[in-house]
Nanobody, 119 residues
Framework: QVRLVESGGGLVQAGGSLRLSCAASGSIFSINTINAMGWYRQPPGKQRELVAG??????TNYVDSVKGRFTISGDGKNTVFLQMNSLKAEDTAVYYCVAGRSVYSARYWGQGTQVTVSS
């Protein structure tokens, strides 16, 4: 099993920045099953969506609404970060760190961290 621990959420004014961090822990065997990490978010009353992902090879992808404002980094196997700049009210959501063979079918999920952007 893999445990994902997130940190860095909080309250920020529109236009501000936040940095989310996530670290994976578990057995070497379990960690070796991870080839990608990323971040999903679920705004209040809306469906969950993939925000950004990164593979252990360094490939990244972003949802269109955050391109140019968010940057994902990390090694895609043990740690992942999400630098969020120029935050908007619509970025308000619970953000979840994920890990697995792919971010589209992530096996492991963090507990979630709240990001609130005040307008």
């Amino acid at each position: 099993q893999v445990r994902l621990v997130e940190s860095g959420g909080g309250l920020v004014q529109a236009g501000g920045s936040l940095r989310l961090s996530c670290a994976a822990s578990g057995s070497i065997f379990s960690i070796n099953t991870i080839n990608a990490m990323g971040w999903y978010r679920q705004p209040p009353g809306k469906q969950r969506e993939l925000v950004a992902g990164i593979t252990d090879g360094g490939s990244t992808n972003y949802v269109d609404s955050v391109k140019g404002r968010f940057t994902i980094s990390g090694d895609g196997k043990n740690t992942v970060f999400l630098q969020m700049n120029s935050l908007k009210a619509e970025d308000t959501a619970v953000y979840y760190c994920v890990a697995g063979r792919s971010v589209y079918s992530a096996r492991y999920w963090g507990q979630g961290t709240q990001v609130t952007v005040s307008s």
